[in-house]
């Protein structure tokens, strides 16, 4: 385990291994299929808005929302917290009405809920890639903190892989002037405030996570990266564009066996100099699907749920 330094926390555990213009939300809202359509239908609802693309064409935000007893959509105590969560190149790949469903489905985040809410990870857990060491952390953590599961909204995202710093001001402009207006809206159990929303992302989803959270710094108290496709310019221009005014939480992940590794270490070296507070979880591991349903899925609900806030409702 490294040693803690400057706010950054580094876990230590094993694993195997833009453009969507504006577009008008429909609030259409149906389920996904009925009981067992969705991995992990036990622990989760799945929702869904439709939206207008840029060429008119139908895409799918799918909504995951905590399975209360109730069936409520949310906790009678407050607002669930809310993370809006952009996936990598597989979900290009299934096209505009399946790429959201890459983290029900890939990543199967829904058994992740499931495994939280037990209030104790396995080995299994994590698909048997983890030390003993962060196991006991993690179970310390939830032992003292229980899990207090968010909702995740998932939209479709376009190949940003070669995006352009305009293509993302755009971007990011739809998230905050479109999709999170028209979520809260249709859905007023989740987070209306900063301070219960976060944005993640996975590989491609996380390189926009982290350009998109930046210049959405007023709607995002929480930015996190899972594997980033970076490069160093990149890395040198996003730790510029933090700005410690905000109080942004940030968590960058990446894995030994991870490409783009070299470059994530750089913008948490530029965050260092930059005395930006930030939690680095460096691991073993590869980049694959593996590692997205592990240590990835985990580290995603993980993190925003100890970070973010419950909105409080008042009489």
Known sequence: MKALMNGQYTARFRSVSLFLALGVLALSIVDFGGAGAQPGSDFVHHRRL??????GETQTVALI?????????????????????????????RGPQRGAMVFSVNFTVPLTYGALERGRLTRRDFSGFVTDAHLELLNAELSNSPFLPP???????????????????RYAKWVEES???????????V??????????????GGRAALEIGLRAKASFSSVGAIQPLLDAKAAESLASRVDPEAGQRIRLMTSEEDPGRTDVLKLSRALRERAIPHELVDTPGTRDIEYGRGPGSVELLRFHSRVLERDVLHD
């Open 191 to 204: 987070s209306q405030e900063r301070a219960g929303t976060g944005i993640d992302g996975i590989e491609m």
């Open 50 to 55: 439709s939206v207008d693309g840029p060429d």
């Open 65 to 93: 929302f905590p399975r209360r007893a109730d069936r409520a959509m949310a906790p009678p105590e407050g607002r669930y917290a809310l993370i809006v969560a952009l996936h990598d190149l597989r979900g290009v790949e």
């Open 179 to 189: 999709l999170l207006p028209s979520v809260r809206e249709a859905y007023p159990g």
């Open 151 to 169: 909702v995740i909204v998932a939209p479709y995202l376009p190949d940003l892989s070669e995006a352009s710093a305009e293509e993302y001001d």
